[in-house]
């Protein structure tokens, strides 16, 4: 068996990625060497393909990663792709990954702090709103989560299968959508503090998050905080 001395960067179940010591890039002919090699090494159902050759790849935990070649990012995993993660919470995560695949980890706070802005002053509900599906359990609603949606739902004729984006209000209740009014807004941004800090844990392995203030916490140091940065101080 030959050895290589690899630097791993990820491996799981059914792939692995990795790079030369020095990082300098593989030939063609390397490439196809290699996969030669690790086939043979094999049972013959067992097979392995060429998945790609990128600059960067940042492993946030097993599955969940982001590769970079060529000027685009790739997102890999349930943690990044979610579709029932609230835009403006993935727009968060896009601007993260920004400042980790072009070494501007420097920015990462400015980040956070402007989107701990904006939910304290949206302009637009549909960023924080979220998608729910109206099933069975929904309409017997038992769990917390479905009597929430059930209750925002009172008056709609809602039917099985529909779809609704909803907002959490200031009582905790859900609401839909379209009943949010920017002259009187009425989302909870204590909710959405809360969501950013979450957002912010899918990178803890490869981020110092004793950095980023929590806060959505209630005591005085962190409320000191808060108002600071919304001060613009």
């Known amino acids: 068996m030959i050895t290589h001395n690899f630097i791993i960067a990820g491996c799981d179940t059914d792939s692995i990625a990795f790079s030369k010591p020095d990082g300098s890039p593989f030939t063609t002919i390397e490439q196809e060497d290699l996969l030669k090699d690790l086939n043979f090494q094999f049972p ?3 097979h392995w393909e060429h998945d790609g050759i990128y600059d960067k790849m940042i492993v946030l935990k097993a599955k969940n990663y982001i590769l970079y070649q060529n000027g685009k990012i790739k997102k890999k995993g349930s943690s990044l792709k979610s579709s029932k993660t609230e835009k403006g919470l993935r727009d968060f995560m896009s ?6 695949i072009f070494d501007k980890t420097g920015e990462l706070i400015s980040v956070y702090h402007k989107y701990v802005k904006e939910v304290f ?3 637009d509900i549909s960023r924080y709103s979220s998608k729910k599906t109206i099933t069975s359990k929904v309409l017997d609603a038992e769990r917390t989560t479905e009597v929430k949606i059930l209750a925002a739902l009172e008056g709609a004729q809602a039917q099985m299968g529909d779809k609704y984006y909803m907002y959490f209000a200031l009582d905790k209740s859900l609401k839909i959508q379209e009943n949010w009014n920017i002259n009187a807004p009425d989302h909870d941004p204590e909710v959405l503090l809360a969501k950013l800090y979450k957002t912010l844990l899918i990178f803890q392995n490869v981020i110092d998050i004793k ?4 806060y959505y916490l209630k005591n005085k140091k962190i409320r000191e905080e808060l ?3 919304l001060d613009g101080i």
């Open 44 to 46: 013959e159902k067992i």
């Open 95 to 100: 601007e993260i990954i920004d400042c980790l």
């Open 121 to 123: 002053n949206v302009k």
């Open 211 to 214: 950095l980023f203030p929590k």
């Open 227 to 229: 108002k600071k940065v």
